[in-house]
């Protein structure tokens, strides 16, 4: 068995989890950002279509927001 790949291959995961979570973090508050400071019909569709993600969950990321921000 070789210790040192699987540490290697544990390592460079961890790595890119902790980038992806940044990553989203970062996606998430340019979206929401983006959402408030615009009052542009189709707005929303335009983050969905960047992002991929569904309305339902930008609704959710906004009220969230808005939630730890009060």
Known sequence: MDTAKL???A???REAETALDA???DLQSEAVA???????R????TVVRITGWTREYL????KSSEETTT
Not at 59 to 62: I, Q
């Open 34 to 40: 983006f959402l408030r400071a615009t009052d542009e």
């Open 11 to 13: 390592q460079r995961y």
């Open 7 to 9: 540490e290697l291959a």
């Open 59 to 62: 609704r959710r990321l906004v």
């Open 42 to 45: 189709g707005a929303q569709a």
């Open 23 to 25: 990553a989203r973090t």
